[in-house]
T-cell receptor, first 117, second 111 residues
Framework: GAVVSQHPSWVICKSGTSVKIECRSLDFQATTMFWYRQFPKQSLMLMATSNEGSKATYEQGVEKDKFLINHASLTLSTLTVTSAHPEDSSFYIC?????????????FGSGTQLSVL | GQQVMQIPQYQHVQEGEDFTTYCNSSTTLSNIQWYKQRPGGHPVFLIQLVKSGEVKKQKRLTFQFGEAKKNSSLHITATQTTDVGTYFCAGRSSNTGKLIFGQGTTLQVKP
């Protein structure tokens, strides 16, 4: 089945630094990818929709200058958390749909646990 | 904004007992999906329901979509320890097309 690869799986960084997370679709081309944030034992909150070749669409309350999204190719989207602070510590997870399939199911990456010291 | 409410938040059952989680949307959905997330893992797609009143089964799992397409349920018969995890519903809004996740129900199964 379709696979979405995300890395790194976990990252620890100092406050004020930037962290880049990569999301790749391995066996299909994803014109759209989705970035979520998940707090412990809570639901998935959609942060933004990443569109290949165009600007990302951010959900209300998500700072686009804080969470930079780049979708430069049909198989890669990146999320950069700029000037990270402890409150940015969270589990970030990406997903994508296989446009070749009628079913609208999402394939999720394995997630990235970010800890900002 | 649109919300998808899911209850209960947690459920502890004895192995062999049944389990049900419910989702309710404030607005009509075009479809609803269910995902399972194992502890430490990522959500994995289980099923999608599209039609009003639709019922689908996967072995011990039964999924229902309400007649009004605003609610759904997942029922597990005779739970096993392998059923442990968090079950999320995700409803797609008929108005906006956005997929909104419920809060999830975390199932614990005591052997």
């Amino acid at each position: 089945g379709a696979v979405v690869s995300q890395h790194p799986s976990w990252v620890i960084c100092k406050s004020g630094t930037s962290v880049k997370i990569e999301c790749r679709s391995l066996d299909f081309q994803a014109t759209t990818m989705f970035w979520y944030r998940q707090f412990p034992k809570q639901s998935l909150m959609l942060m933004a929709t990443s569109n290949e070749g165009s600007k990302a669409t951010y959900e209300q309350g998500v700072e686009k200058d804080k969470f930079l999204i780049n979708h430069a190719s049909l198989t890669l989207s990146t999320l950069t958390v700029t000037s990270a602070h402890p409150e940015d510590s969270s589990f970030y997870i990406c997903s994508a749909r296989d446009p070749g399939k009628v079913n609208e199911k999402l394939f999720f990456g394995s997630g990235t646990q970010l800890s900002v010291l | 904004g649109q919300q998808v409410m899911q209850i209960p938040q947690y459920q502890h059952v004895q192995e062999g007992e049944d389990f049900t989680t419910y989702c309710n949307s404030s607005t009509t959905l075009s479809n609803i999906q269910w995902y399972k997330q194992r502890p430490g893992g990522h959500p994995v797609f289980l099923i999608q329901l599209v039609k009003s009143g639709e019922v689908k089964k996967q072995k011990r799992l039964t999924f229902q979509f309400g007649e009004a397409k605003k609610n759904s349920s997942l029922h597990i018969t005779a739970t096993q320890t392998t059923d442990v995890g968090t079950y999320f519903c995700a409803g797609r809004s008929s108005n906006t097309g956005k997929l909104i996740f419920g809060q999830g129900t975390t199932l614990q199964v005591k052997p």
